[in-house]
Structure formats: structure tokens, C-alpha cells
């Protein structure tokens, strides 16, 4: 079954509801007080199935002009308008707002049906026409069937389903493999089964008792999971709704005053809210001009909420113009490249312009901030995997659900759309499983980085072996790094999925060499000046003929002709070489005077297992001050094992 959502669109009493009716034989005037004032306030609703598994869902829309907010609750989620306007009266007013706001939102089809047939004669017909004909001139609409009607004697009905089924075949299906989001335009409880919402599938799929995540502006409810109990697809029992499809969720966990019109459903764990946007924006000719940091009305989906707006490309912009822009909105919402958007204007509030999001997730702009809007640029023209790269490279670094959430795809789907691009080299994958996207140029800095800091560490200590791998990353901040975008994108000290990636790369490029945690440039190996060597000789003698009654290490140190620092340095060489052994805090004793050690203990085991602090002094002829530091050695290396106050020999 192919679902295609059908908008009415037009003036105030030209007939989109009594139109729905004739088509459907469902009223899509639902409230007490449409029926009684005789026009649609809010949303309404029908469905008509018009054969060869073809199925239309109606949006009615309001048509006055104090209900255009929720008509721009309606628009937003149309496949095909239906422009509607009275052969008695023609264009007016709201016909012109209706249909300007269809093409801002980015409707490719659709069809004008010139109602109240039997209220005109042939010419006023004619001159409806031809007026019509010249306002859709240059539109989506221009070309389009012109169907004539009454809905009160049925004339022209036939036609105008045949035109819907030939439309709706040809419109392009909605995405039901990315996960899924339904803007809610209603929420109701209904006895026995609690919290019913409405709306329009964006995108994706929802089956029943699957988990569903709620965003919602300015509301406690936003972050919760709810459990999706039942499902209808055009009022009929369902086990799951596609993109595209009129749907009604039953759900479980929350109360229907906590998902206001505005809410989005979706997917759990995907997506992020956001309160800034950055855009693609379209003035209206009737427009005023629309100054930088003006505030609007932001309608898109059913939300709506305030917004500034930042001009990046002037401080005015003039009517009839696009322009790039950021949108700072009043509450955080979920929104996804390429989701359309409406502008009104603050006071009074009239409709002045549109567009698309480009970007969920940016940085804060500057007003005319030129390189921000060559990003933009870039982002309006390039295809699903170049806005993949152009996040990518303007993070540097980006986590994989970051971008999942930037592009509203799921990781795995990112994952496969990356995939071309990392074989041609503009990306990596970090992480085992895939968790970090790289792009090739900030893989190549990071990794250059590096060398540099081993490069610049070995030039400066020669006598350590390398930097540790915590101390390496700490050191690769750039010395004017910008502030990180956000908590998950990176631009200074590399994460550490990327660090360990190009501490990988390098050495099986062979250029460097890692040794537990320590890392050096490889070939680079700890080199002593004559003096220096003599000075190592030196204090491995001076604790070799010490044997279990060594001198503060600071005192050999003191008597070494190189300067302390070194002296320190190559007392480390010696004791990463285990040539000497640091046993307690101040105490280093030589590898030699501890293997005697041990065999003078092993030696002491034939007659006895059990040797206590004195016993162990005697043996030694040690004092108190080494016996006990020692004996807690022989303790760590498994030689004795502690028993009360004895030690019992293994």
C-alpha cells in the first residue's frame, strides 16, 4: 500500500472541508465550535482509498487568516497540495499566504481544484481560470490539472480522484529505513486506553511495543522513553506505521498534557535537541526587509516557538532574497538537515519567508561570518555522503552517534555511507567497535603532531628513553586551539580513540616505537656523553660494593662530576635497566646484593621456612632501617610470605 499525504490549501469558506467530505464521506470538521461558526479552526483529518494500492490521507488546514499557525501545523508533513480556491471569488488573501507558504516548505506537487461549480456560469469559470493560471505561473503548480468541482452536486469528482491517483503514484516515497519521527499535532486520552497521540511519520518506522524518545520544547517531559502500546494507520489497527503514513500511537508512561502539539517522537538514543540552527533562508517579495538578530516566529514541523535570527551574509536582508543564517530558537527542538521551516513575522505576524535547515549542531555564528557561510554553501549543494564529509572535516574529529544525531541516519547507516570515502582516503574510522570519525587532514595534523613532540622531547632529554603515552596526548594542543563545538567534538588535544589510532599508524609506518605506555621516535635510543657513561659507572659501583647497607641515593649522586639533573637520569637509566632497584622510598639497592640476597634466604629455607625480623638481621648483619624495607620485598617478589610477625619462606 502506497500512502501519500494529500494538504488543502485556500482561502477562508472556498470549500477545502465540504471538498474532503464529498471525496471521503468523513467530516474533517471535528470540533463543536467548526460546526457551529461553519469554519475549520484546527487540524482535520480523512483518508480515501483510491484503488491499485493506493491510499491518500486529507489534511483540512484552516483557512483563516487567524488560524494560519495551525495550518502550518498540517502543511508540514504533505506529500501533494491541493490548492483550493472558489470559482465565485478566486484568489484571495489567504489562497496567496497558503500557497506561498507550500512552496517555502518545499511541495513539489500537487493540483488547483476550483470549487462552487454550480455557483457560477461559464464565463466567471473562465476568468477564475485564467487568474489562476497567471498567479501559479513560474510555481511548482504551473502546468498542473486545473480540476473543476461541486462538491454539493458531485460534478468533477471522478476526475479529481483520478488526478489524485496519478499524483499520489508518482510522488516520491518517504524514507522508512532512517529512523523514525512523528511530530505530534494532537494529543487526547481515550477511555480505557490513555494517552493517544497524532501525526504525520516524518520518517522511519514505529511498530507496537517498541520504545519511543520524546523531545519536546520547554517541557519536563523531553528525554523520557515511553512504550508504543497500539498503533492505527489511518483509523485501522496496525502492527506498525511507514513514513508517510497519517498515524495515532497509543501510548504508555506518559499523560497527554505532557506532548503538546510541537512534540517529536522518535527513535530512542539517536537524536539530540537543539536551540540552534543554521539555515538556508528564503524572504518573501511582500516581505519587509529582515534586519540581523530580528526576531520571528520559527514554525517547522508542528513546533513553534521564537527564534533570532544572525545574518551571516549583510546586516538586512532585502525581500526576494536568499540568504544564509543562524537561527537561535527560544526552546530546543529535534530537527535534521533538510527539514523545512516557516517564518513570520513578530508583530503582526504575518508570513515573510522560509527555508531549510543545513545544520543541527553548530558552533555560535557571528553576523556575516564568511566562513561559516561557505560551509553553508557547501552543505546546501552537496549530496547525503557530502554532508557527511563536510561535518567530518569541520569537527576534525566527531563521535559516530554524534554524527548519527547531525545527520538523523543511524550509526550503521553512517557507518555505510562513510565507508566510500574512507577506502579513497578523506576519512578513518577509529575504534574497535567504530566509534570515532576522522577526517583525513586532521588525522594527518594529529599524527604530524606527534612526531614533532617526540622529536622535540628527544632534542631536548636525551637521557630519557620517551615521552608516556598519557603525557605524549597532553602535549598536542595546538598553541591557539578554538574551544571545543561541544562536549563530543574536539578540536584541540586529540580524543583518545584518535590518538591511539595514529600512535598505530605510525609505527607500523615504522617512524615510531612503543614500549608499554612509553613512546619514542623509533631508532632513538638513550645515548651518554663520556662523562655521562663514566657517571653511570660510577653509581652502579658505588651501590654494587654497598651490598645490603647502601648510602642515600642523593648522596652518590652529590659526588658525580655531572650536573643533578643528569645525575637523576641516569640513576632512572640504570634502574629501567634493572641494574639497580628501587626497594622502598629512598632506599636503591643493587640487582647483585638482592640475587645474594635471595640465595642467602633460599640457603636459610634448609634449615628452617620460618624466619622473623631478628632472625633475618642476624642472617644479614643489617640493621632495623634495611631489614624491614627488604623483608617487604622479598614479600612482593612472592620470596616470603608475611605470617603475624614472622615470614615463612616459599
Known sequence: MKDVIVGTAGH??????????????????????????GITIDLG?????????????????????????????????????????????????????????????????????LTKRDLVDDDLLEAARLEIREF???????????????????????????????????????????????????AFVIHGFGTVVTGTLAAGRIAKESEAEVFSPANAASGRKVRVRGIQVHNQPADQALAGQRTALNLAGIDDGEIPRGTVLASPGIFHSSDRLDCVLALLDSARPLKNRARVHFHS??????????????????????????????????????????????????????????????????????????????LEQADAAGRLLLFVREAGEITLAALAARLGWFPEQVLHRAQPLVSDGRLIIAGRPPAQIVSAERFATVSNRILAVLEAFHSANPLVRGLSREDLRGRLAPPHSRPARDSEIRDSVPSLLLFNAALQSLSSQGKLETDGEIVRLAGREVRLSGQEAAAKESISRAFEQAALTVPPAAEVLAKLPVDRARAEKILQILMREKTLVKVSEGLVFHRAALESLRALVAERKKRSARLDVAAFKEMTGITRKYAIPLLEYLDRERVTRREGDARIIL
Do not use: W, Y
Open 45 to 113: 483529518f480523512a483518508h480515501l482509498d483510491l484503488g491499485d494500492g493506493v491510499r491518500v490521507g486529507f489534511v483540512d488546514v484552516p483557512g483563516h487568516e487567524r488560524f494560519v499557525r495551525n495550518m502550518l501545523a498540517g502543511a508540514s508533513g504533505i506529500d501533494l497540495v491541493m490548492l483550493v480556491v472558489a470559482a465565485d471569488e478566486s484568489v484571495k488573501p489567504q489562497t496567496r499566504e497558503h500557497f506561498e507558504i507550500c512552496r517555502l516548505l518545499g511541495v513539489r506537487s500537487g493540483l488547483v481544484v
Open 12 to 37: 477562508i469558506d472556498h470549500g477545502k472541508s465540504a471538498l474532503v467530505l464529498a471525496l471521503t464521506g468523513t467530516d474533517p470538521d471535528r470540533l463543536a465550535e467548526e460546526k457551529r461558526r
Open 136 to 186: 501559479v505561473a513560474g510555481s511548482f503548480l504551473e502546468g498542473a490539472p486545473a480540476v473543476v468541482v461541486s462538491a454539493r452536486t458531485g460534478e468533477g469528482l471522478d476526475k479529481l480522484r483520478a488526478e489524485l491517483k496519478r499524483l499520489s503514484l508518482a510522488a516520491e516515497a518517504r524514507p522508512a529505513d532512517l529512523p523514525f519521527r512523528l511530530p505530534v499535532d494532537r
Open 301 to 378: 514541523g508542528t513546533a513553534e516557538m521564537l527564534a533570532e535570527v544572525v545574518l551571516l551574509d549583510g546586516r538586512e536582508m532585502k525581500p526576494g532574497t536568499r540568504a544564509h543564517a543562524q537561527l537561535r530558537l527560544s526552546a530546543p527542538g529535534l530537527f535534521v538537515p533538510g527539514d523545512r521551516f516557516i517564518i513570520r513575522q513578530f508583530s503582526p505576524v504575518t508570513t515573510i519567508g522560509g527555508g531549510a535547515v543545513l545544520d543541527n549542531r553548530p558552533r555560535k555564528h557571528r553576523a556575516a561570518d564568511s566562513e561559516a557561510r561557505t560551509l553553508l554553501e557547501h
